[in-house]
């Protein structure tokens, strides 16, 4: 064997061995789900197990579930669709109207995610409990968007900074002004980059729990307040913990996997000229 096909081969089973690392802790998670309290505790654990779904009607039993999807998907496409509203103007006036100031606002915004949420949660609490935004959707839309607004200028400013400015150019010379540049020449040119910011922010917003477990209780509670809810005084039932994790999370994998070749094509847009 060649050099070049062993050193593809190693990489091969080195990608393989981390996906598996990574994937192993779902795959146990989903497993669990299905067995009784008793064998989802035992020492040493077992892999073969004669199935049950106890667990899975417990937690349909127990709790809404649908209510708490509902939340989370509204939630989470909502906090992403008012992130790109008001990243795609930011992102354009830094990308292609930059001032010596750009770059420290930039790296400010970026450091805001540096914060412990816990630092600032007293005077949200406070603000959302006067303007009536506790365990409302709309407060926890504006929290997430919030949230997930400097990464999502972040790589709208990467996108859009691959863009010729020549091609801007030529369409204000053709007399588009900047609101006809900015949809029917940057938008257009930038739309894989535009769709993987989305989708991360979906996942950032779906997979947030701090937030949700803080500001609301039942009305509002997405799904990872469903998964909380499962954690008790007696101590953790494993099976249903599970089985109300599985649940969660079964929405957002299939959506990742349904676009992953968008999520790739955007994460590399630009990477290759």
Not at 52 to 71: C, E, I, P, S
Not at 99 to 118: A, C
Not at 143 to 167: A, E, Q, R, S
Not at 230 to 256: D, H, Q, R, V
Request: proline residues 6%; glycine residues 6%.
């Amino acid at each position: 064997m060649n050099p070049s096909m062993t050193k593809k081969l190693l990489l091969t089973l080195l990608a393989w061995g981390i996906a598996l690392i990574v994937f192993f802790p779902i795959f146990w998670m989903v497993l669990t789900g299905f067995k009784t309290e008793g064998e989802a505790v035992a020492t040493p654990p077992s892999l073969f197990f004669e199935p049950t779904l106890a667990g899975y009607h417990t937690v349909m039993a127990r709790a809404d579930y649908l209510k708490f999807a509902l939340n989370s998907i509204v939630i989470s496409f909502g906090s992403t669709l008012l992130a790109l509203l008001v990243a795609i103007p930011s992102a354009y006036s830094m990308a292609f109207l930059p001032t010596k100031r750009t770059r420290g606002t930039l790296l400010w915004m970026l450091s805001t995610k540096m914060l412990p949420p816990v630092g600032v949660l007293m005077p949200v609490y406070l603000l959302f409990r006067d303007m009536g935004l506790l365990d409302s959707q709309l407060g926890l839309t504006i929290v997430y968007m919030l949230m997930n607004l400097p990464i999502v200028v972040w790589m709208l400013y990467t996108f859009f900074k691959d863009i010729p400015k020549d091609i801007l150019e030529a369409g204000r010379m053709d007399g588009a002004g900047t609101l006809q540049e900015v949809l029917y020449l940057l938008l257009p040119l930038t739309l894989p980059g535009i769709a993987s910011t989305g989708l991360l922010s979906v996942i950032l917003s779906w997979n947030e729990a701090f937030w949700s477990l803080n500001l609301t209780t039942s009305d509002a509670a997405p799904l990872t307040a469903f998964i909380a809810s499962f954690s008790s005084p007696e101590g953790l039932f494993w099976a249903k913990l599970s089985a109300a994790s599985t649940l969660a999370i079964a929405p957002i994998l299939i959506f990742g996997w349904m676009t992953q070749k968008q999520m790739v094509r955007g994460l590399t847009f630009g990477a290759v000229k």
